[in-house]
């Protein structure tokens, strides 16, 4: 009961409605939508926004535009981004009227084996130094993209950072905050505080942040091609900075990585097709639950119910429980996919759903066998960009490459240690991904390109934005600006194995008549401040002709056209 008291008075003391009264739009909007004839950038860092619609405007496509932000977005950003992560990219062509994804994570190295975790007394992947470091797939995605669709020369592209990262820029409030959060755990890792730490502290909030090193970095990418970053220079600095601190990834993984097309998946939604990308990303969970929220009148339960919020949680603990068993990198399994998107699966997988009580565990299917950035990009042509690029662990693993700019990601961690797990450690390897980048088409025309960040929050979130959008007629700023719900297990991101049904944390907004209710139906609620994602969006508006943007009211994103 004490608890239980705690936790209204906190909800109390920050409740009320998400935003303040407007004259005109809905009561969650903090703002109105962007809107834009000839372009639309929304990212979560307003400078990157800016460097976007700079290409925009001096003729480069949404290709070049999102290449451009997301470099930008490693150097103003670098708690949730940079060239030492991974990246997943869902493309519309105009031209050729199609989607495209592209699966730009790295493998682990082929050096370092199961056994070695296991003979030295690993029961999970550590989460910094050089035992989670896996092979940086940014680099190689950029290019990839450039490649096949980009209009701009990599050296116009990558110009505006190059200049912020020599010149300095100023670092804003939330970014101080991430780092100034991640200095204890990072600092003892060599070329940490030469790279972020240069006057012997974290730069504070609108202090000028410089970072030649990565401008270095970024000008020999632009001159010598993805080559230089994957076996020239750039390859050996990280091989032999690796060996150094007693790790594996090798001048060889980096020289062998590729990055991978792949054809994105979907579940049609009232009406509406939500497109995400197959495993080894957690996409298709959000396909999952909105499979079996289909089978219910969501608008009639209304937005907030303690019903909707229920049935939300009980889908999404469904969906992970796939998810922690069969999602891994489809090179090494079988996997069954089409079976788990399907709309016949999902009907058998609600039957086991309780609208009066919460589950304390699911079954998984039986088929007989926490930092990131998204951003979002649309140009002249029509042509539209849903990216999201990551680290993990906010600004990663801690290695920080001699001279680089950059630290490498850590998401090796994700693997399991656990022999014959789909998303068991196995050398050159992708692991189990967090990102996902997300897209809806309406009769086979483009309509919203979009992203919600944030670790195992992401298909929940992804999931919101649909039903904010599809079942309560919200408009793509308040979609976003509505309070959240995140269903949390402690066992995630890499195991999820329910034994009392986890708990929900939820955003000030909903009411308390609500959280009573879902009480009674045996839910633990927690109030959280953060841990919601990021999101951000564009819509095409095909009868006006125009782009909506729409950006994340919790974080310093920003959304601009022109």
């Known amino acids: 009961m004490k608890q239980f008291i705690l936790i209204l008075t906190g909800l109390t003391l920050l409740g009320g409605i998400f935003a303040q009264d407007r004259v005109t739009g809905k009561s ?34 949404a290709i070049d535009a999102a290449i451009a932000a997301n470099a930008m977005l490693g150097l103003v950003e670098p708690t949730g981004s940079g060239v030492g992560g991974d990246l997943f990219a869902i493309i519309w062509v105009a031209k050729s009227k199609k989607l495209y994804g592209l699966n730009a994570s790295g493998r682990s190295p082929k050096s370092l084996t199961l056994n070695y975790f296991l003979e030295n007394g690993y029961k999970s992947i550590p989460a910094l130094g050089p035992l989670p470091v896996s092979v940086p797939g940014c680099v190689d995605g950029w290019f990839e993209m450039h490649n096949k669709f980009g209009s701009m020369s990599m050296e116009k592209i990558l110009a505006p950072t190059i200049k912020y990262a020599r010149e300095g820029f100023p670092v804003s409030e939330l970014i101080a905050y991430y780092m100034g959060r991640s200095v204890n755990a990072l600092q003892k890792f060599p070329g940490f505080k030469e790279t972020y730490m240069p006057d012997g502290k974290i730069p504070a909030k609108g202090e000028i942040f410089k970072n030649p090193a990565l401008a270095n970095t970024l000008e020999l990418i632009a001159k010598k091609g ?47 097709d939500v497109w ?3 495993p080894n990303g957690q ?14 009148d969501i608008k009639a339960l209304g937005f907030g119910s303690a019903d909707y919020l229920h049935l939300f949680t009980e889908a999404k603990k469904l969906s992970y429980e796939d998810r922690a068993k069969f ?33 304390d565990s699911y079954p998984p299917g039986d088929f007989g066998q926490g930092e990131t950035i998204y951003m ?16 993990y662990r906010g600004m990663g693993s801690g290695m920080t490459p001699t001279g680089l700019g950059f630290i490498l990601q850590d998401r090796g961690e994700l693997f399991s240690l656990e022999k014959g797990h789909f998303n068991v450690y196995e050398p050159g390897k992708r692991p189990f991904h967090t990102i996902i980048p ?39 700023q308040e979609a976003g600006d509505a309070p959240r719900i995140q269903h949390v297990m402690s066992s995630e991101p890499t195991g999820y194995k329910m034994k009392d049904g986890g708990w929900i944390n939820l955003e000030t907004g909903f009411d308390y008549d609500v959280i009573r209710v879902l009480m009674q139906k045996g839910h633990k609620v927690k109030y959280d401040l953060g841990g919601y994602g990021g999101y951000q969006a ?20 920003q959304a601009a056209g022109y």
């Not at 006006?544 to 974080?555: F, H, I, L, M, T």
């Open 28 to 61: 969650f909007a903090t703002r109105s939508e962007v809107i834009a004839q000839h372009g639309m950038a929304a990212t979560s860092q307003p400078l990157a926004t800016q460097v976007a619609l700079d290409i925009l405007k001096a003729g480069g496509n």
């Open 226 to 272: 993805r080559d230089e970053f994957y076996k020239g220079s750039i390859a050996k600095t990280i091989d032999k900075y690796m060996k150094e601190q007693g790790g594996f990834l090798s001048y060889e993984d980096l020289a062998y990585h590729t990055s991978e097309w792949v054809e994105p998946l979907s579940t049609n939604y009232r009406g509406y």
């Open 538 to 557: 564009i819509m095409w508006d095909k009868k006006n002709q125009v782009y909506y943007g729409a950006s994340e009211s919790r974080k310093d994103g």
């Open 376 to 391: 979002t990009v649309a140009d002249d042509e029509g042509n539209m960009v849903s990216l999201i690029q990551s680290n």
């Open 438 to 476: 997300s897209f809806i088409t309406k009769d086979g025309k483009p309509w919203v390109s979009y992203g919600v960040m944030g670790g195992g929050m992401q298909p929940q979130g992804h999931v919101q934005i649909v039903v904010n959008l599809i079942d309560f007629g919200m408009g793509l």
């Open 276 to 278: 995400e990308l197959p």
């Open 283 to 296: 996409g298709i969970a959000a396909l999952q639950i909105l499979n079996i929220l289909e089978l219910y």
């Open 327 to 359: 999602y891994s990198d489809p090179d090494f399994n079988q996997l069954p996919i089409d079976q788990l998107i399907s709309k016949e699966y999902a009907k058998e997988r609600n039957k086991l759903i309780n609208m009066n009580r919460s589950a």
